[in-house]
């Protein structure tokens, strides 16, 4: 719990400092012949009801889909390297007959990240369990046919615990732009009520609803792109997690069917 704190607090702060390196260099410049510029600070009092609303919600949003990004990196760092201690144990045990040092092995909370562990654990269970208590009343076929689907459970889980967040990076990813694009539509009639309320088509009348508009877009793209980039990236490993457990898979029930013959 305190790692995840200390995740979520670090992403925050980072999320923050990025924004704010984002937005003041644009705005803090004064304009050309001007006696003063317009900086963040002036801009965030002008801003309406629903711009701040807006800044708000993409704010949220940042935080979410960066604090959903460390945390599946970590614990996908965590079952790679994990799972590359396991397999090799796992393999020695089962070759040399040791059933169940195997299975005290899977089920270690040394290997409670590995995804190669939660499949091979759930094969080898079952697998003893017909053995000890309702292998005598099954066939060959039919012991292996349990084991497979024990196996098949087990790996759609795994599968699903892995995925665990990451569409919500797809979700922020396609819908951040549009939340921008809201904000960037509510400076642009900022701008409007300010030409009608001053009646000059300045750039003073204009500047503030403006510069609303375009932070809005800025931090609405911010979000996005970041979303999306996290998301194929661990979509990716995903992918490569998919293919190991059904390559561990396979090899376990390879190893039932030699060890039944």
């Not at 704190?5 to 670090?10: E, G, K, L, N, P």
């Amino acid at each position: 719990m305190e790692v995840r704190r200390m995740r979520q607090i670090a992403q925050v702060v980072c999320a923050g400092l990025g924004m704010v390196a984002l937005s003041t260099p644009a705005f803090a410049q004064a304009a050309p012949g001007a006696a003063g510029g317009l900086n963040l600070i002036d801009i965030a009092q002008n801003m309406s009801g629903i711009a701040i609303a807006v800044a708000i919600v993409l704010f949220i949003m940042s935080f979410w889909s960066v604090g959903v990004a460390i945390e599946r990196i970590y614990t996908y760092n965590q079952a790679r390297k994990q799972s590359k201690l396991y397999a090799p144990q796992v393999a020695k045990h089962l070759k040399d007959g040791r059933l169940k040092e195997a299975i005290a092995l899977s089920a270690s909370k040394d290997y409670r990240y590995s995804h190669l562990a939660k499949v091979v654990l759930a094969g080898l269970q079952e697998y003893q369990f017909q053995q000890e208590t309702g292998g005598a009343s099954l066939n060959r076929e039919d012991v292996l046919d349990t084991v497979r689907r024990s196996i098949q459970r087990a790996t759609a889980l795994t599968a699903s615990d892995l995925k665990k967040g990451v569409s919500t990076l797809a979700t922020i990813g396609s819908t951040a732009p549009f939340v921008g694009l809201l904000g960037t539509v509510v400076g642009v009639i900022n701008a409007f009520v300010g030409i009608a309320s001053t009646g000059s088509g300045g750039i003073g009348a204009v500047s503030a609803g403006i510069a609303e508009a375009l932070i809005e877009t800025a931090l609405g793209l911010f979000v996005a792109i970041p979303a999306v980039w996290f998301y194929n990236f661990l979509t990716s490993r995903i992918e490569y997690f998919n293919v190991e457990m059904d390559n561990s898979s396979s090899e376990l029930v390879d190893y039932f069917i030699k060890k039944t013959a």
